[in-house]
């Protein structure tokens, strides 16, 4: 059987394009990110061919160009340029001179990177406010976040100023960092990060462990309709992560929600920066912590680094965070719940089965956390 994410591989091939990324919206629904040349485009994958015309026929009609989108074989739709019929903001800051569109979400969000090194974020009106509120309400010392530059309602966008540094995602991959210097620059992660939680968390619904719970299985059960990932392979570990993850309830924090190597920055000053934080709001402290845990696990997989550096990582957070009992007894629920989420996430990326494998057996591993 050809799964939908290989019926998206196959027709981008065919037109010189490579997936990277797709995100299920329903059984028949796919939003997609591809490359061709260096420029990325948006798009849309449709099980039925006719939604896909219309698709692309609302693209067209709300720009009026016949350009803004591009048919890909049968029920692929590429979006050019950020062209998009619910963020039409986007298009018109990707158009800038030296713009460049790093990250298109139809319907969702886009990035683009200016030709001053800022950063834009267009979004919806609602997701806006919030935006803007995530950046203005906290007060911190030992970490930076995004300054703003700019706000615009009548395009939906944010534009805020680079962070120095460079990703942990890029220093858990550089051969020529030492062990030793990276465990230096978690532990200076983990005391920042307990800094976050110590700010008055957002008023915003919490997202406790059944929450978090509730998104990995929302994942897992797409990966399956999609026949990615049957549900005999997740569903005993999802099982497990549920009875690991019935502890009793930490003291609300104030969360990222997303926290992972891609979204902190570190440097040679030690200073630590902390990128995106649309979802932030009330949650347990293992959230953000088992997250950012079992992204380690996941570059070690990916073979990004070794084995050895993701859990030397791991170790030297937690001992910059200094976590108390309570917090480390919710921690291998939250990283195996991550793992599980992981595995359904990548599964709609193509990833080597080699990786999807190694995240479903969390539940079998030795111990998770450090």
């Known amino acids: 059987m050809v799964t939908s994410v290989q019926q998206v591989v196959q027709r981008l091939d065919e037109g010189g394009f490579v997936l ?24 849309q994958w449709h099980r039925d061919p006719g939604a896909a015309e219309r698709a692309a026929a609302l693209v067209r009609s709300s720009f009026g160009e016949d350009s803004t989108v591009t048919l890909v074989g049968s029920g692929v739709v590429l979006h050019r340029d950020g062209a998009d019929a619910e963020l039409p903001g986007l298009r ?8 460049v569109l790093l990250s298109h979400r139809v319907g969702r969000r886009g990035v683009v990177r200016t030709a001053g090194g800022d950063f834009t974020k267009v979004v919806r009106p609602k997701a806006l406010t919030r935006l803007v509120g995530s950046l203005t309400e906290l007060r911190l010392t030992r970490s930076d976040v995004p300054r703003i530059r700019s706000v615009d309602h009548s395009l939906g966008a ?6 120095p540094g460079t990703t942990l995602s890029a220093r858990l991959a550089d051969p020529t960092l030492e062990d030793d210097r990276l465990a230096a620059d978690l532990h200076h992660i983990g005391a920042a990060l307990r800094e976050l939680h110590a700010q008055p968390p957002p008023d915003r619904p919490r997202h406790d462990a059944t929450a978090e719970l ?33 502890h009793p309830t930490t003291p609300a924090v104030c969360v990222h929600r997303d926290l992972h190597d891609k979204q902190v920055t570190t440097g040679d000053a030690r200073a630590v920066g902390l990128l995106d934080l649309d979802l932030m709001c009330p949650g347990e402290a293992g959230l953000d912590l088992g997250n950012l845990i079992a992204h380690l696990h996941l570059r070690a997989l990916k073979g990004h680094c ?6 030397a990582c791991a170790q030297a957070l937690l001992e910059g965070y200094a976590p108390d009992r309570h917090v480390r007894e919710s921690l291998p629920g939250y990283v195996l719940t991550t793992r599980l989420r992981l595995a359904a996430v990548y599964s709609f990326r193509a990833a080597r089965p080699t990786v999807i ?11 998770l956390v450090p």
């Open 158 to 163: 944010i534009t805020t100023c680079a962070l």
């Open 357 to 367: 494998d190694g995240l479903l057996r969390a539940g079998r591993d030795r111990e």
């Open 92 to 99: 018109t800051c990707a158009g800038q001179p030296g713009a």
């Open 306 to 311: 070794s084995t050895a550096r993701a859990e």
């Open 20 to 43: 990277r990324r797709a995100t299920p919206r329903n059984r028949d629904h796919l939003s997609i990110e591809a490359w061709r040349a260096s420029t990325l485009h948006g798009g």
């Open 214 to 246: 509730a998104a990995a299985r929302r994942w897992l059960e797409a990966a399956s309709e999609h026949d990615l990932i049957p549900e005999r392979r997740w569903l005993p570990v999802w099982e497990q992560a549920v009875q690991t993850l019935a």
